[in-house]
Nanobody, 122 residues
Framework: QVQLVESGGGLVQAGGSLRLSCAATGSGFSINVMGWYRQAPGKQRELVARISSSGGTNYADSVKGRFTISRDNAKNTVFLQMNSLKPEDTAVYYC????????????????WGQGTLVTVSS
């Protein structure tokens, strides 16, 4: 069974930086896409950034130029480097993984992390 372990959230002042990490644990699967989503109070969950197995990335317009997503395939880990943080970046950030079980490669499954809170003070 694939599980995600997130870390790196916290409180930071506007203009500061944080780095989120998300490690996928388990065995017998191949990763397709890893990504980060966020949900602010009273708002819907939205995509922040995602990265494919080949390294292709896409970002929400609101974070382009400030956030960078990367991955370590050997460690099944995805990172989100967040710079120039703004109060509007305050949210719970969720890691998301799209994968295929090795024994059922025709299946495409998703798993979510537990979420990590990022608070940006003005």
């Amino acid at each position: 069974q694939v599980q995600l372990v997130e870390s790196g959230g916290g409180l930071v002042q506007a203009g500061g930086s944080l780095r989120l990490s998300c490690a996928a644990t388990g065995s017998g699967f191949s990763i397709n896409v890893m990504g980060w989503y966020r949900q602010a109070p009273g708002k819907q969950r939205e995509l922040v950034a995602r990265i494919s197995s080949s390294g292709g990335t896409n970002y929400a317009d609101s974070v382009k130029g400030r956030f960078t997503i990367s991955r370590d395939n050997a460690k099944n880990t995805v990172f989100l480097q967040m710079n120039s943080l703004k109060p509007e970046d305050t949210a719970v950030y969720y890691c998301n993984l799209g994968y295929r079980p090795a024994t059922e490669s025709w299946r495409y499954l998703e798993v979510w992390g537990q979420g990590t809170l990022v608070t940006v003070s003005s």
